[in-house]
């Protein structure tokens, strides 16, 4: 079959294949500026100047951005685009936009299309609404948002039009990153340094190592009218109401079931419009909640993906009103039936697409292999607090530790394989699995490994899977960008700990592979602690991770300090990640938003029990009343009375507002208003079950979640 090398990944270091013979791929890119694109509407020398920028991060000479802008803005008007926008990402987590048209009038009533180099390279929106944590004060609103040649241009389809949409990075004019690509960048660039120094002691010339994701989606598809009558679902997104459908997913039918055909209409749609920016699709499936499914592309250098993640999660949301869907991308949707997660597949590459842990076929190859995965199980175990604090939020406090996803302590699970092989490194036996393992002088120094990645732990919030790292614990609403700049900043920092060892003890005169050995050892030694193959739902592991000293931060308030502890701020600021100032600002952004969306919740939460519960149970207790039900009107009337005194504690609790620090109102916030909130819902869902059903104004979780 002829597989044509994707032009996706013309900067993903050739490591995607997107099969173009295959019709359903005909139109693969065909909305992107990418290689193709680009060779066809630039001149030589100038496609060959922006190739080296996006291959070898080469800084583009401004001069050619004319150039580049002319060829782009041909290539959009040719796609019918007629304005174009700098799109980014601000620190609330999606995405923004603001468009200009190309058009401009040229004095003789007639107007021409127009972009120059400038325009390309550099935006100034008028930002001074997006947060940023007190980095930027309101009257000094400018911000600007800066082109990113490394992820391709892309048209944005409209029924009555469309636009051309330009990847930017924003930050302050005092060159503060805004925004969640910055840091991202430079995490990977962090990164790839410390991996090529790393791999240089090893012997290997390698000049670039990519960090590379493929992120794992899950969501809900609901009907969406049943959707415009929950003003929970419009106003915070997810259900703050709904008692336990008789049929949940005990039976367990809907994982990896027969997908409905209205929802596969979907996915191929949604698959077909996503190949047309570009983003490689690769799996569906239905999940194990019903109503609940899975998208997941094949993966790409970190900030494409990225990138391809957020217009991924667009893209969901759009198309699913073609079919009278709604998609859900919040953690917790539904109390009492899973929640939804993204699964961050994590791995390094070199730019001749070695994958840096993939287990080899020979011993050398396993001693890059083993020395990388010390790396990041140093990186977890010593920043476990912050790795946990990169995914939470309102949402991810409902599902982390729930028993369906990763508790909210960190380990991570090796399989048995290797493990075995770490703690017969540790132990210092002699490893020759296979019996090909030998290295040195007949000295069985680094074993063979005959990895099957077969064993899987599907309860680990942070695995190995084979030939990368599954970091489970994200929300499915977040963008990847901050937990895989962390990610590959904590194992920046941890291969270059290891590479000092490593030449320090090479400098002493040892062998190579056995000052790797060395270096596996101790790092495993002091680091086994993070490591855990175990049922991570079990009571036991609690306790257990208790004994070992691993942080156990339960909820967003407990882990948000995280991100300014000193051991952050020094690992951030050696890379040049984050400054401290830069920390603080997302430390704050994200506590805020735990505010505002808790706050909004319980708002909502007010308004709908006393506008909605409460009349109708009003209505049903009078039913009643007139029927002459003694024993029913006396338990509705009891529940009534519960309702309405639980309804005024919420009002109450919510309209306290300590515009102090912004970590206490947080707190306060966990400590007081959430539990208003599920003391009203606990009553209100057991009315739910005695009301009249066409009394009822909320639609239920049973149709909800089973009407497809
Ligand atoms: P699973 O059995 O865990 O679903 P898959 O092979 O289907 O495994 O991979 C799931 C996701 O992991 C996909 O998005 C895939 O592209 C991604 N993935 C595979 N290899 C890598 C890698 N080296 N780096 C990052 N992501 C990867
Ligand atoms: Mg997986």
């Known amino acids: 079959m002829n597989v044509v090398s994707a032009r996706w990944s013309a900067n993903g270091n050739g490591i995607g294949q997107v099969d173009l013979t295959n019709p359903a791929n005909s139109n693969f890119g065909s909305n992107v500026f990418d290689a193709n694109a680009q060779r066809q509407m630039l001149p030589k020398a100038v496609y060959r100047a922006l190739e080296a920028t996006i291959e070898r991060s080469e800084p583009l000479d401004p001069a050619l951005a004319d150039a580049v802008a002319l060829g782009m803005k041909d290539w959009a008007l040719s796609k019918g685009a007629t304005h174009f926008t700098h799109w980014f990402q601000p620190l609330t987590g999606s995405t923004a936009e603001k468009h200009d048209s190309f058009y401009g009038p040229v004095g003789d009533g007639t107007a ?31 911000g600007y948002t800066a082109w990113d040649p490394t992820s391709p241009a892309f048209i944005i389809e409209n029924p009555n039009g469309s636009y051309l949409s330009i990847p930017t990075a924003f930050a302050s004019w005092t060159g503060e990153a805004l925004d969640k690509k910055i840091p991202l960048l430079r995490s990977m660039e ?9 791999l240089g002691i090893m012997g290997d010339p390698t000049d670039r190592v990519f960090t590379t994701i493929g992120p794992e989606q899950e969501y809900f598809l609901i009907d969406k009218h049943y959707f415009y009558q929950r003003p929970d679902l419009i106003a915070t997104g997810r259900t703050l109401y709904g008692a336990k459908p008789a049929k949940g997913q005990e039976l367990d039918d809907h994982y990896f079931g027969y997908i409905a055909e209205r929802v596969l209409a979907y996915m191929l749609d949604l698959e077909r419009e996503l190949g047309k ?34 217009l991924c999660m667009q893209m969901m949301q759009s198309v699913a009103r073609r079919y009278d869907l709604v998609c859900l991308l919040h953690e917790k949707p539904f109390a009492g039936v899973n929640g939804s997660g993204k699964h961050n597949n994590w791995s390094m590459a070199t730019s ?14 396993n001693m890059k292999f083993l020395f990388f995965c010390s790396a990041v199980i140093r990186a977890v175990n010593i920043h476990q607090g912050l790795l946990r604090a990169s995914v939470a939020s309102s949402g991810q406090d409902h599902r982390l530790g729930a028993n369906e996803a990763p508790p909210a302590i960190m380990s991570i699970f090796l399989g048995a394989e290797l493990e075995g092989v770490f703690e017969g490194i540790a132990a210092g036996k002699p490893l020759s699995s296979g019996g090909g393992g030998l290295l040195g002088l007949g000295t069985p120094v680094l074993p063979d490994l005959p990895m099957h990645g077969g064993d899987r732990n599907r309860t680990s919030p942070f ?22 700049t962390v990610l590959n900043t904590i194992v920046a920092e941890s291969i270059d700990s290891l590479a000092e ?16 050995r060395e270096v596996i050892k101790s790092t495993y030694e002091q680091n086994s602690q993070i490591v855990f193959g175990g049922d991570n739902y079990a009571a036991e592991w609690e306790e257990e991770a208790a004994r070992r000293g691993l942080l156990n931060l339960k909820t967003t308030p407990d882990a ?16 040049g990640v984050l400054s401290e100032r830069e920390l603080e600002s997302r430390h704050e952004v994200r506590a805020e938003q735990y505010v505002i969306k808790v706050n909004t919740e319980a708002e909502t939460a007010a308004n709908i029990a006393r506008t909605m519960i409460l009349p109708a149970t009003v209505r049903h207790l009078n039913e009643l009343k007139g029927a002459g039900q003694a024993d029913l009107i006396e338990e509705s009337s009891a529940l009534l009375d519960t309702l309405t005194e639980r309804i005024k504690i919420l009002e109450e609790v919510n309209a306290v507002h300590d515009d102090g620090d912004i970590v206490t109102e947080a707190t306060y916030m966990r400590d ?3 539990p208003a909130m599920e003391s009203v819902r606990e009553v209100a869902d057991r009315l739910e079950r005695i009301v009249a059903d066409d009394l009822w104004p909320l639609p239920k979780y049973q149709e909800m979640l089973l009407i497809r």
């Open 672 to 674: 007081k208003v959430l």
């Open 112 to 142: 021409l299309a127009e972009f120059s180099g400038k325009e390309l390279i550099q935006g100034e929106p008028d930002a001074s609404s997006f947060p940023t944590g007190g980095v930027r004060a309101t009257f000094e609103a400018r």
């Open 277 to 310: 920016l570009g983003v490689p699709i690769k799996t569906r499936h239905n999940e194990v909640a019903p109503g609940q499914y899975e998208v997941a592309p094949v993966f790409e250098n970190s900030n494409l993906g990225t990138d391809h993640q957020q």
């Open 190 to 198: 962090a990164l790839s340094k410390a991996a090529i120094r790393a």
């Open 501 to 516: 060892d490593l030449e320090s003890k090479v400098r002493g005169g040892a062998e190579i592979e056995e000052a790797v």
């Open 560 to 575: 948000l300090p995280e991100l300014i502890s000193e051991q952050t701020v020094a690992a951030f600021s050696n890379y």
């Open 352 to 365: 001749d697409g070695e994958n840096l842990l993939e287990p080899g076929e020979t011993p050398h190859e």
């Open 463 to 484: 695995a190995f899977t084979g030939n990368k790292f599954e970091f489970r614990a994200l929300g499915s609403s977040d963008t990847p960008s901050f937990p895989n």
